[in-house]
């Protein structure tokens, strides 16, 4: 491990001196790729030194220990030590987590798609309310939301929505909220005052390069129509929403946010290569031996991952048997406490992995 570190922390520093030579200050390519593999080093080369610093000042201390020091000296020298170790290992592990694989897409912005599963309109409400829970959560984070595509029932809920979310380490946050989430509560439909039991699935999809993903124009069927509001009622009259069909594999994107016919066809493609890109992904992910998946989840839609119980205001991730009473805080965007969790359920798992 050490020595993975030693090479890390010389390339850091060879950058340093790339990024001050004048031909590569002059080419802008060169420059943004050095100064973001020196920036995705930083944190490990900075818990790195500090790591050299604290084991050279435990051999100091050492040392010191082995001279004619009286009492009170001794005492101070050993507890000052005992400090110094009990750092040297949560850096340690700290290290062993920095070095785990780095997810690629977990610096890119994603696609949140939400659709009504499982009971009717009181679903389409759910999957409103937890639009606005990823919204107020972006906001939070200073990252910026916009609703791509939304299908709306007579209620104000939706159907499905699409959303998108730009912003630094939007994947990373919100990858593990892929799944089925639940919800137990008294519908406003429901005059009786019996508790229902709804679904809502969640799908994050990473925003992908045209590089990333090949699609062919013959490949593609692209439809216009009007686009429509909140129950039905007409946004304009023009032919500016598109629907484009991906003929091989049979995926369905349409956009209506924009009222320019040319802007939704190049979001609905924006959404298009990121569904091809998690098809290919998970198709390649099923591949991989039962040991390598995660516990925190597969991030599969039809897995279960969560259930928001009204009566009780109380939210359980079932992944990592997380349970919080403060329902409301968490549907007003106050999720990092359980990203933050399954964080690092997922880092835990990976190191379990590399030592098994």
């Known amino acids: ?28 390519e060169k420059l943004r790729a050095y100064a973001k593999e020196q920036a995705d080093l930083a944190e490990t080369v900075e818990a790195y030194r500090e790591w050299k610093k604290i084991s050279q000042n435990i051999d100091e201390a050492k040392a010191m220990l082995q001279d ?41 912005d994603v696609f949140v798609e939400i ?37 709306y029932t007579d209620m104000g809920g939706f159907r499905e929505v699409v959303m998108a979310v730009h912003g630094k380490g939007a994947y990373a946050k919100l990858k593990f909220e892929s799944g089925t989430h639940r919800v ?25 390069e045209d590089v990333e993903v090949e699609i ?41 946010d924009e009222k320019s016919q040319l802007k939704n066809k190049e979001k609905a493609m924006r959404v298009l290569r990121a569904r091809l890109y998690e098809k290919a992904q998970r198709e390649q992910q099923e591949e991989l031996a039962e040991k390598r998946r995660l516990q925190v989840g597969t991030g599969d839609r039809s897995e279960r991952i969560r259930t928001y119980n009204f009566p009780q205001s109380r939210v359980t991730d079932h992944r990592i048997g997380l349970t919080l009473h403060k329902l409301d805080a968490v549907l007003d965007g106050e999720l990092d406490e359980i990203v933050q969790a399954l964080i690092v359920e997922s880092q835990a798992e990976m190191l379990r992995v590399r030592e098994a």
């Open 216 to 256: 062919h124009e013959k490949d593609l069927r692209i439809d216009t129509f009007c686009s429509t509001g909140p129950g039905g009622q007409s946004v304009n009259t023009t032919q500016s929403a598109v629907r484009i069909t991906h003929l091989p594999t049979g995926i369905v994107v349409s956009c209506q």
């Open 1 to 28: 491990m050490f020595d993975r570190l030693a090479s890390m922390e010389e390339r850091y520093d060879h950058l340093s001196q790339l990024l001050c030579r004048p031909d590569v200050a002059s080419d802008p």
């Open 115 to 151: 659709r009504a599963a499982a009971g009717g309109e009181e679903a389409a409400l759910f999957a409103a309310e937890l639009l606005r829970m990823y919204q107020r959560y972006a906001e939070k984070h200073g990252w910026k939301t916009e609703v791509i595509d939304a299908s």
């Open 184 to 208: 137990q509560r008294v519908p406003v439909t429901e005059s009786g005052g019996r508790i229902h039991t709804s679904t809502a699935t969640v799908a994050v999809l990473p925003e992908v």
């Open 68 to 108: 004619r020091l009286d009492d009170e000296m001794r005492e101070f020298v050993r507890t000052e030590m005992t400090e110094l170790q009990r750092r040297r290992e949560d850096l340690e592990h700290q290290l062993q987590i920095l070095l785990l694989p780095k997810d690629p897409n977990d610096d890119k």
